[in-house]
């Protein structure tokens, strides 16, 4: 006569995805634009993983506008960590988005510009942006527009006499945030203030 041996619960077919399994566009979704979702968690999946990347690139364009700005977002702060990881999608920073009229999304621009290596005719569209974002209504966006510029300036004489007219008119503006992001220019680029 054959036993039948006790056995405990079936295991389940399905289970849970591992962190690093997890869909970054769910970890972006949800909230208002000053919240940031599960944007920390995001990053540290692709920092952990980095062929994740191209799946955070092809956020930017989400139909959702807080998940694109948030995954521009990451990608920022990634390519001031790891620029080559970005390099094969540095398009997003020159494509649409560089054109959108919130704010947020400019300064992300603005700021991953200089950390990339661009071609002759990505560099003219790079300058083009930088250039209109110099005189954006939002102060953030114009110092990092203005500091940005000022990179690009270290290795072509030709972009300073324009910094250095930003730098006389950020002195003016009253603005103490301008300000104080011109002296930091003037440190980079070994200029001195003028007297007034």
């Known amino acids: 006569m054959a036993t039948t041996l006790a056995r405990g ?3 389940e077919v399905g289970f849970a995805p591992t962190p690093t399994a997890a869909p970054l566009h ?3 979704t949800g909230g208002d634009r000053r919240s940031i979702a ?3 968690r995001a990053l ?6 980095p062929s994740r990347v191209a799946e955070l690139a092809a956020l930017t364009d989400d139909e959702d506008p807080l998940v694109a700005q948030r995954a521009l977002d990451l990608l920022e702060k990634l390519a001031h960590e790891h620029p080559d990881w970005i390099q094969p999608h540095k398009r997003v920073f020159i494509g649409p988005r560089a054109d959108d009229e919130r704010w947020e999304i400019r300064l992300q621009i ?4 200089p950390l990339l290596t ?3 005719s990505e560099r003219r569209r790079v300058l083009t942006i930088l250039r209109e974002n110099v005189r954006y209504p939002q102060t953030f966006v114009r110092a990092w527009a203005l500091d940005s510029l000022s990179t690009f300036a270290v290795d072509d004489a ?3 006499p324009e910094v250095r007219r930003h730098l ?3 002195d003016a503006s009253g603005s103490k945030a301008l300000a104080a992001r011109a002296r930091h220019i003037r440190a980079r680029l070994g200029i001195r203030r003028q007297p007034r």
Request: aromatic residues 8%.
């Open 9 to 11: 619960p079936a295991p």
């Open 168 to 170: 006389r008119a950020f």
């Open 118 to 120: 661009w071609t002759p």
């Open 110 to 113: 603005v700021r991953a510009l």
């Open 26 to 28: 769910a970890l972006l």
């Open 158 to 160: 030709s972009i300073r």
């Open 44 to 49: 540290a999946i692709v920092r952990d993983d």
């Open 38 to 40: 599960q944007a920390p």
